[in-house]
């Protein structure tokens, strides 16, 4: 008989943020925008694992298998700061970057998106 264990492990991951902005003009199509704020974070983990044959009968392991599902709610630090570019009279190329605290640490997010203005 050749078993083997088997292991699995799932992460979901949802946040949400509550930020408050700063701008600056750093040109006549340029403006710099600073940000602060908390953001609201939601993690769930789950871990299965499952035991040959062999494992069961030397060990009390209820049917070969077990699962353990982890879910934390945290609040933490955000901080960053974009770059709002503007194209044309009303599109705006809008680069920029957070950081985001974590449970056990920190979370780095370049972004970049399209603005419209009007």
Same mark, same amino acid.
């Given at each position: 008989?050749?078993?083997?264990?088997?292991?699995?492990?799932?992460?979901?991951?949802?946040?949400?943020?509550?930020?408050?902005?700063?701008?600056?003009?750093?040109?006549?199509?340029?403006?710099?925008?600073?940000?602060?704020?908390?953001?609201?974070?939601?993690?769930?983990?789950?871990?299965?694992?499952?035991?040959?044959?062999?494992?069961?009968?030397?060990?009390?392991?209820?049917?070969?298998?077990?699962?353990?599902?982890?879910?934390?709610?945290?609040?933490?630090?955000?901080?960053?700061?974009?770059?709002?570019? @503007? /194209? =044309?009279?009303?599109?705006? !190329?809008? +680069?920029?970057?957070? *950081?985001? @605290? /974590? =449970?056990?640490?920190?979370? !780095?997010? +370049?972004?970049?998106? *399209?603005?419209?203005?009007?």
């Amino acid at each position: 008989m050749n078993e083997s264990s088997t292991a699995s492990y799932d992460v979901e991951h949802s946040a949400d943020g509550r930020i408050d902005y700063f701008v600056t003009g750093a040109g006549s199509k340029v403006d710099l925008v600073y940000l602060a704020g908390v953001a609201f974070s939601h993690q769930r983990i789950e871990v299965s694992q499952t035991f040959p044959t062999v494992v069961r009968q030397l060990l009390p392991v209820p049917a070969g298998s077990f699962r353990t599902t982890i879910v934390d709610y945290s609040t933490r630090p955000l901080v960053g700061a974009e770059a709002r570019i @503007g /194209l =044309t009279s009303h599109v705006r !190329l809008i +680069p920029g970057l957070r *950081l985001q @605290g /974590l =449970t056990d640490g920190w979370l !780095l997010r +370049p972004y970049a998106g *399209l603005g419209w203005s009007f």
